[in-house]
């Protein structure tokens, strides 16, 4: 069964920056979409980012502009730098395969990784 382990969350203030790292147990050579997902307390999970094995990528309109995903096909492993971050970023952020208009989550979710942006 295919692992998904994210990390790099925290506590962080208004205007801060993170950058979460997904590492993925099988090579990500073969999965053409790879998305980063976040859920607030209360509410449903949603896709912020996109990126495709032609690098394309794109975001929510929440996070344009503030956040970068990027993949490292040699590491199997999925990032997302979050910048200039906001109290309602807060969430649990996931990786899985999808993105916007281009497939759904196929593999089993992670634990996640808190982020809380708070002063």
């Known amino acids: 069964q295919v692992q998904l382990v994210e990390s790099g969350g925290g506590l962080v203030q208004p205007g801060g920056s993170l950058r979460l790292s997904c590492v993925v147990s099988?090579?990500?050579?073969?999965?053409?979409?790879m998305g980063w997902y976040r859920q607030a307390p209360g509410k449903q999970r949603e896709l912020v980012a996109h990126i495709t094995l032609g690098d394309s990528a794109k975001y929510a309109d929440s996070v344009k502009g503030r956040f970068t995903i990027s993949r490292d096909n040699a590491k199997n492993t999925v990032y997302l730098q979050m910048n200039s971050l906001k109290p309602e970023d807060t969430a649990v952020y996931y990786c899985?395969?999808?993105?916007?208009?281009?497939?759904?989550?196929?593999?089993?979710w992670g634990q996640g990784t808190q982020v809380i942006v708070s002063s």
């Open positions: 899985n395969t999808g993105g916007f208009q281009i497939g759904r989550p196929r593999l089993s």
């Open positions: 099988q090579t990500i050579f073969s999965i053409n979409t």
